[in-house]
């Protein structure tokens, strides 16, 4: 059974920063596209980063371009969020999510990735 668990939430001050993990178990990993989400209150789920199987394509949403960088470690089966210079907005459950379609690109619809973690609070005090 595939099981993805996001780890490294908190409450953190503007300017700071956080790393998220989320440990991928149950299959092999290392083929998929691996996405980190984030939803804050009232607003719906937005894709945040998602890397290629092989860590050799990325893509960011716009508002964390230059802040965010992830990456991957396919012989750990786990994937990494780093966010430096956190703002209030960034305020959100983050949660990560595998793509199982072996598409050619990186797919952006939420839709489309077919496995979920439960979700990890991150709280960016200003």
């Known amino acids: 059974q595939v099981q993805l668990v996001e780890s490294g939430g908190g409450l953190v001050q503007a300017g700071g920063s956080l790393r998220l993990s989320c440990a991928a178990s149950g299959r092999t990993f290392n083929s998929y596209t691996m996405g980190w989400f984030r939803q804050a209150p009232g607003k719906e789920r937005e894709l945040v980063a998602a890397?290629?199987?092989?860590?050799?394509?990325?893509n960011y949403a716009d508002s964390v371009k230059g802040r965010f960088t992830i990456s991957r470690d396919n012989a750990k089966n786990t994937v990494y969020l780093q966010m430096n210079s956190l703002k209030p907005e960034d305020t959100a459950v983050y949660y990560c999510?595998?793509?199982?379609?072996?598409?050619?690109?990186?797919?952006?619809?939420?839709?489309?990735?077919?496995?979920w973690g439960q979700g990890t609070q991150v709280t960016v005090s200003s």
């Open positions: 999510a595998v793509d199982l379609g072996r598409r050619r690109s990186i797919t952006t619809t939420l839709d489309e990735y077919d496995y």
């Open positions: 890397i290629n199987w092989s860590g050799g394509s990325t």
